[in-house]
């Protein structure tokens, strides 16, 4: 059985692999089964850029595919890692620096110019992150969305900040 469709373009064909050395999937809720799909043909196809995936959920018992998800961080150790924020005990992952620290808790470092940014889920967090994401630097090329719901939610400002500071910080630390 098959269901859904082509809506968008599909998350792997909107990131461009010849400018791209880092690729960071922010899901939140439900946004992680496409995320899965999409590492899952990324990881096939050989030449893909890593992949650092954060998926947030508000309970641990609402974590799906771990099981998987760290099969797949063990079998591609030099292609794949994953976390999860799970907001009822941490917090967003955009409400501290502590939770922020892993967007760059990574061995898979890149500048702001060759990392692009997939931000799946729920409007709050895709307005926040696209909006800190560009406050930081980050060409709006090396940013796709897709939202799911709450498409009105305005960005606060002091977490568009922290993002951006995050973001920034992680650039200052890159050694290329």
Do not use: C
């Amino acid at each position: 059985m098959r269901f859904g469709g082509k809506f968008h373009v599909p998350i792997i064909e909107g990131i461009d692999l010849d400018t791209t050395k880092r690729v960071v999937m922010i899901s939140t809720g439900v946004g992680i089964g496409p995320v899965v799909g999409a590492v899952e043909k990324a990881l096939e196809q050989g030449n893909f850029p890593p992949i650092d995936l954060i998926s947030s959920y508000r309970k641990e018992n609402e974590v799906v595919y771990k099981d998987h998800l760290n099969k797949l961080q063990t079998d591609h150790s030099d292609k794949f890692s994953w976390k999860t924020i799970i907001s009822s005990d941490q917090g967003r992952l955009s409400s501290s620096d502590e939770n922020l620290k892993a967007l760059t808790d990574t061995s898979f470092n890149a500048d702001i110019d060759s990392t692009h940014y997939h931000l799946i889920g729920n409007g709050g967090m895709v307005s926040e992150f696209k909006a800190g994401l560009k406050k930081a630097g980050v060409p709006d090329e090396k940013v796709t969305v897709e939202m799911y719901f709450n498409h009105q939610a305005k960005a606060d400002e002091d977490v568009v900040d922290r993002i951006a500071d995050s973001v920034m910080q992680t650039a200052a630390s890159v050694v290329l």
